[in-house]
């Protein structure tokens, strides 16, 4: 797992709703917040901005980012009734993915 370089987590920030990054941008997660409505003063504060000078107004926040996650191995297991769950494995080998069974 590695964290995404800026321009990787500006790029998909600007490709999510303007509604959903005015979310993000007011939203310090598990702070306390005087009321609800700081929320919803902050929030229509933002939406004028993006209003007046356009969508690209709304900026990443520095805090907000994104992971880059490099498998190289996934298991799927589904539950049958009869108890002979399916279980199929992909594990990564150089550039190719191997599948596999696995007895439940």
Not at 4 to 27: F, H, M, N, T
Request: net charge positive; with cysteine.
């Amino acid at each position: 797992m590695e964290l995404l370089p800026g321009e990787l987590a500006d790029a998909y920030w600007k490709s999510r709703p303007v509604k959903s990054r005015i979310g993000s941008k007011i939203s310090a997660q598990s702070s306390v917040i005087p009321s609800r409505q700081f929320l919803i003063d902050k929030r229509n504060e933002l939406v004028r901005l993006a209003e007046e000078k356009g969508d690209d107004a709304i900026t990443r926040p520095d805090c907000w980012g994104g992971y880059r996650l490099r498998p190289d191995y996934f298991e799927f297991w589904q539950g049958q009734s009869d108890r002979i769950h399916d279980r199929i494995v992909f594990e990564k080998s150089g550039n190719e993915w191997i599948i596999k069974r696995l007895s439940p």
